[in-house]
DNA sequence: TTAAATATGGACCGAATGGTCCAATATAGA
DNA sequence: TCTATATTGGACCATTCGGTCCATATTTAA
């Protein structure tokens, strides 16, 4: 792919209809479009878009081709639908595990240090969606490009809010660029997942973690 | 791609015969091998190894289907040659960079900057080869994982030598972890540029520069 | 001039690609 | 029960994929 983008609008309103609830009687549907998207979500996130087949993505998903195509258009559809279905989820989970934290500072550290986790574990690093993306198409599609950018912004926002937290428990400088900040941290965040995907070891993932986390308090 | 590797030794020298500078008479190669790799390379740079087709391969080398199968042995053995490429001519352009430079840090400084000049620039960013086959690939095939970690060493020697010179230079701290440094450059290199591929402008780039440079000193 | 060695272009390969289409099936409301 | 509406599986599509192979062209050394 990372090709020009067709000229037709991908607004996938038309093509999707999950959106409405019922409406008209007829065959209802047999499987739950969510669990569809993060099956197919599983496998764009292991193995890039243009790595992914459609034999994969019904395999993943367990739809036949017609099902997929008529619920979702085709395969560059799916693929921003699974790209905001992740940022939205990534989204609110992180949130959660904000309010959860105690600490600002605490919680930015948590999650800069699941990435060493994943240079840990013995399994192929997946990284992020969104990074992922950002690396394989750059500004290629501007479909994609648009999703890529929400995700990227919805990341920054997380941060932020953890760092105004930490901002008034007095964990960081009183008068520091928050916004510049919650950007560095994202940029640090996907630095160190391509890392780990580049096979660097866990102890050396850690210390770049620990440098990251000096320069914000 | 990003499947497994194939189970044969991938010892090029046994298909690239290149390597022998005439030895046996016969046809004289026509096209110049080294000039050949540029152009793959650019190919791949910008459009990944799966986004890469043969066809496009073909023209932008300008050789024909034999001719690169008998020199290179295959896209994959061709991919490995372009990464082994890279990785030695960036070494070089970065360590010749440095050695012109006055401050350790100042070049440092510019080598992060640049990244910030694609998001400047109109065209499409293509990122850092090395970090862009770590994302693509992952750790998923050994023979590509091999070549990306060398690339992952070349570029931190060349800020460790950086770094030490500006520690020769006192422009850091006397005893801060060089090595530990070095790898935070890289780190913070490649999530510069995923930034810049995701789309964020050359502000936000800058500032993100400016936070790691404050981190170093 | 001949033989050996190499380069080259293109035909050809099977497999896989993303995508379309339709007949058969199943369900809800009238 | 009948009809309208959807879902579903699979046949089918042209195209492209990476890769092999061979006949031919070209060059060097003997």
Known sequence: MAQNEPALL????????????????GRPQ?????????????????NGFDGTSMQQLLKSTGLSKSSLYQTFGGKQELFIRCLEEYTLAMKEKLLTQLSLSKSGIGFIR???LSAAEEAKASSIPKGCLIMNTATEFAQSNAAVSRAVNKGIEAFRTVFLT???????????????????LSSYVVSSMSGIKSMVK???????VRSIVDIVMRSLS
Chains 1, 2 share one sequence.
């Open 198 to 204: 580049g096979g660097v070891d866990e102890k050396a």
């Open 110 to 112: 948590e999650v800069l």
């Open 162 to 180: 953890a760092l105004k937290k930490a901002r008034s428990a007095k964990e960081i400088d009183a008068d520091a660029d928050l916004d510049q």
């Open 30 to 46: 047999e499987f739950d479009s969510n669990k569809v998207i993060w099956a197919a979500m599983d496998t764009f996130w292991s």
């Open 10 to 25: 991908n607004i996938d309103i038309w093509t999707d209809w999950s959106y409405i609830e019922v409406m008209a009687s």
